[in-house]
Nanobody
Framework: EVQLVESGGGLVQAGGSLRLSCVAS????????IGWFRQAPGREREGVSC????????YYADSVKGRFTIFSDNDKKKVSLQMNSLKPEDTAVYYC?????????????????????WGQGTQVTVSS
């Protein structure tokens, strides 16, 4: 079965940095999209950033552009999110998700599916 293991969350002061990592395993080789979502208490889950094997596409939410960078590691279905210039508004539980198939990053970030697999989440807390 597909498993996603996240790490890297923690407590950081505003303006600081964190790097989140997600390692996906247990699914067959092929196209996929993988990325990060976040959810703060009482708020809707939002897409943060993702990458897709389709055209090596990359997506960033407007709120994190210029501050966050997503990148993959080799061909091991590992994805990291470098988070710089963190703001208190970034405080949330960050979840890694993956879906097999050929799709655009926009589609993956916008449309949820029962075929999505999710990690357990990692807490990011940014103090003012």
């Amino acid at each position: 079965e597909v498993q996603l293991v996240e790490s890297g969350g923690g407590l950081v002061q505003a303006g600081g940095s964190l790097r989140l990592s997600c390692v996906a395993s247990g699914f067959t080789s092929g196209d996929f999209a993988i990325g990060w979502f976040r959810q703060a208490p009482g708020r809707e889950r939002e897409g943060v950033s993702c990458i897709s094997t389709r055209d090596a596409g990359i997506y960033y939410a407007d709120s994190v552009k210029g501050r966050f960078t997503i990148f993959s590691d080799n061909d091991k279905k590992k994805v990291s999110l470098q988070m710089n210039s963190l703001k208190p508004e970034d405080t949330a539980v960050y979840y890694c998700a993956v879906r097999q198939g050929r799709m655009s990053t926009n589609y993956f970030i916008s449309v949820r599916s029962k075929d999505d697999y999710w990690g357990q989440g990692t807490q990011v807390t940014v103090s003012s």
